[in-house]
């Protein structure tokens, strides 16, 4: 190894270690700073747990139940390449990849450990199905949460109406030109199995998950006795939403609850209303505390079924 390259591998070395550096500690400085200012009060986070039981039990059941459609929303997009996965393991997998997410910066920590865990199911030697399959699913995912923000943006129902029928039609001419560039044998092996089917499912699936996540944060927001109207909520957590998946935070820890307070804010024409970031960090911790709670759940189911079949 010549000098040059020497000097080139060190310089990496330093740029890798500076920016895992800044994402560590640049959400503890995001948390600081929302703490500080009031834009998070723990003592309504207590309040939330404490209070209103009847509420206490919907958000719970609420996070269990998205909890459940993100990993299914990954299983339909699996099953698209005829990955075949036992369905307890694929729920296990995604549970723990979902909570590993909120300890690594962006949302790469649930890719990688959900194709790690299950490379067995795919015979391909550089896993291909499943990368295809994690891909057409973050597709999918950032389509449902652009339409639910358009949505919601757009006022008057026949509008809203009339940008659904676009979306489809722009889906069914997406399936016109897929067929033409399956001809192309590099994006043949991409598009094969995709077909109208898949593509509506996996559209209106996506779009439901994200009308769930943002009646959990409705939800959380009645419990914290903010009210807000829906529409305000759902684009407000629609943008934080996106916004997690930027990789300079745990699952944009700090950043996505700082987005949806000014969102809200700026929607609600409110300034300086203390304590709006409390209600996304509380659906945070409501998501992780299910995903948790599914893990264990089919961890005991999985070694239940073993001890049966022995």
């Known amino acids: 190894m010549n000098l040059n390259n020497i000097i080139k591998y060190q310089k990496n070395n330093i740029a890798k270690l500076i920016y895992r550096t800044v994402k560590i500690i640049l959400p503890i400085i995001l948390i600081f700073f929302l703490f500080k200012n009031s834009y ?7 309040l939330l747990f404490t209070e209103d039981k009847l509420n206490l039990l919907n958000n719970i059941i609420l996070s269990i139940t998205l909890s459940l459609m993100l990993y299914f ?9 005829k990955i075949k ?13 979902y909570s590993l997410a909120s300890f690594i910066p962006g949302q790469i920590g649930i890719d990688l450990l959900r194709i790690g865990k299950l490379r ?12 295809k399959a994690t891909l057409i699913e973050k597709i999918f995912a950032l389509a449902g ?14 509008i809203k109406i009339i940008f ?14 897929a067929k033409k560039l399956t001809k192309n044998n590099y994006l043949k092996k991409y598009l094969k199995n995709i077909n109208h089917n898949n593509i509506l499912i996996n559209f209106f699936y996506s779009i439901l998950c994200n009308y769930v996540s943002c009646l959990l944060i409705f939800s959380v927001a009645y419990g914290l006795k903010l009210s807000y109207p829906f529409e305000t909520v759902a684009i407000s957590s629609t943008v934080s939403n996106i916004s997690s998946v930027i990789p300079i935070s745990p699952n944009g820890l700090g950043l996505a609850e700082f987005i949806f307070s000014e969102v809200t804010q700026n929607i609600s024409n409110l300034n300086n209303a203390e304590s709006v970031a ?6 945070r911790i409501f998501l992780l505390l299910s995903h948790f709670f599914i893990f264990y759940l089919s961890q005991s189911l999985i070694l239940k079924e073993k001890k049966i079949n022995v």
């Open 278 to 283: 409390t209600i996304y960090f509380s659906y």
């Open 40 to 46: 998070i009060s723990l003592q309504q986070i207590k």
């Open 164 to 177: 659904l029928l676009f979306c489809i039609l722009t889906i069914n001419i997406f399936l016109i030109l």
């Open 73 to 81: 929303r990954w299983m339909i997009c699996v099953n698209i390449y």
């Open 145 to 158: 949460q652009i339409y639910i923000l358009i949505f919601f943006l757009l006022k008057g129902l026949i």
């Open 120 to 131: 067995k199911s795919d015979s391909t030697k550089f896993k291909t199905k499943l990368l």
């Open 85 to 97: 996965i036992n369905f307890l393991n694929l729920i296990k997998v995604s549970s723990a990849a």
